[in-house]
């Protein structure tokens, strides 16, 4: 399964992982929020849910990698480094679940440019 996350004219492209946090963030699906910046994360809030941390959820996370940050039940993107990071790594503030992979991880860096209160939606394919 496939899904899209667009910010004004960019569209990401991502692949769900086989997880119980992709299977409920797609059933929310299509979700329309707005933007929060932290250091090279945004993050936004989705509609209520029940997703609970998985067994492998992790600060640290890879270019590409898509989060979902229980702790402020928002879906977050590092595409760099954060106000916790040590050096160059993408550190979320607390663990989150790994749901999906960007299909092109360096499209994320031109999440750069976008600033608190824009609009985000995150579709099916």
Known sequence: MDIIIK?????????????????????LLPIKSKINTWGDEIYFDIPKNNIKPEKDAKEVFNLGEIAFWNDGSAIA????????????????????NHWANAK?????KKLKVFKNG?????MKK
Not at 82 to 90: F, G, L, R, V, W
Not at 118 to 122: A, F, L, P, R, T
Request: include cysteine; charge should be neutral.
């Open 77 to 96: 993107i590092g595409f760099g480094p954060t106000p916790a990071s040590k050096n160059d790594e993408i550190r979320l503030i607390s663990p989150a």
């Open 118 to 122: 824009q609009s985000i939606e995150v």
């Open 7 to 27: 910010i004004s004219k960019l569209k990401i492209e991502c692949s769900l992982k086989d997880n119980l946090t992709a299977k409920s963030i797609f059933q």
């Open 104 to 108: 092109k991880p360096d499209e994320l």
